[in-house]
């Protein structure tokens, strides 16, 4: 069966830490996939789209990597800060009609001063 | 640019009544709007796909005539939750996609309404 897999517990990181999520996916080949934050009782907010050719992505302290071998993606926060705290959401692209989103469920981060 | 505003944030309602929830983009023209619906600690699920001027596609397990949608203009859509039941009760969100100066790939997500079923 078709999967996307985040870390469902919480994430706890010290504020100037780098903070890690994983995104994992069975049965899918996504033409691309996209990270989204989403604070409580909020729509999600776009970060960052990484396309199946594509390794790596980065835009100021995020960073996203693709391995479509592992079928994985990562994403990271440098110097994380206590804003940063918020649910972040992975979506994959399928190739049918009208390229739906499907999201994972979100992993909670909470950086801590 | 790329706001999308959903309206109302909450609602309450009495069992058997119909809501109907407003999605506008503000400052582009969306070629494609969406409809969630969200559990708590759960994922988006798509509900439904529109396009302007043509009928919703709605996903598996969706009924379409319990919600209702119609996006008449390439800057509004709406959901109408018909005959609403304490089981409808939830966070619902819209998104939107399109625009010539926008990358097509990404949804602009309203800030979602929560739905209380009396």
């Known amino acids: 069966s078709q999967k996307i897999e985040q870390n469902s517990e919480a994430l706890n990181i010290q504020e100037g830490k780098t903070a890690t999520l994983t995104c994992n996916y069975t049965?899918?080949?996504?033409?691309?996939l996209q990270w989204y934050r989403q604070d409580p009782g909020r729509g999600p907010v776009f970060l960052l789209l990484?396309?199946?050719?594509?390794k790596e992505k980065r835009k100021e302290r995020l960073k996203v990597t693709f391995d479509t071998t592992l079928k994985q993606s990562l994403f990271h926060i440098t110097a994380s800060q206590p804003a940063d705290s918020a649910t972040y959401l992975c979506?994959?692209?399928?190739?049918?009609?009208?390229?739906?989103?499907?999201f994972g469920a979100g992993t909670r981060l909470a950086v801590h001063p | 640019g790329a706001v999308v505003s959903q309206h109302p944030s909450w609602v309450i309602c009495k069992s058997g009544t119909s809501v109907k929830i407003e999605c506008r983009s503000l400052d582009f023209q969306a070629t494609t709007m969406f409809w969630y619906r969200q559990f708590p600690k759960q994922s988006l699920m798509l509900m439904a796909t529109?396009?302007?001027?043509?009928?919703?596609?709605?996903e598996q397990g969706v009924e379409k005539d319990k919600f209702l949608i119609n996006h008449a203009s390439l800057t509004l859509s709406t959901l109408t939750v018909t005959s609403a039941h304490p089981e409808d009760s939830s966070f619902y969100i819209c998104?939107?996609?399109?625009?010539?100066?926008?990358?097509?790939?990404?949804?602009?997500f309203g800030a979602g309404t929560r739905l209380s079923v009396l």
């Open positions: 049965n899918y080949s996504p033409a691309y």
């Open positions: 529109s396009n302007e001027g043509s009928k919703a596609t709605y």
């Open positions: 979506a994959l692209a399928t190739s049918g009609g009208y390229n739906k989103l499907i």
């Open positions: 990484i396309r199946e050719n594509e």
């Open positions: 998104s939107a996609r399109g625009g010539e100066s926008l990358a097509k790939n990404i949804q602009y």
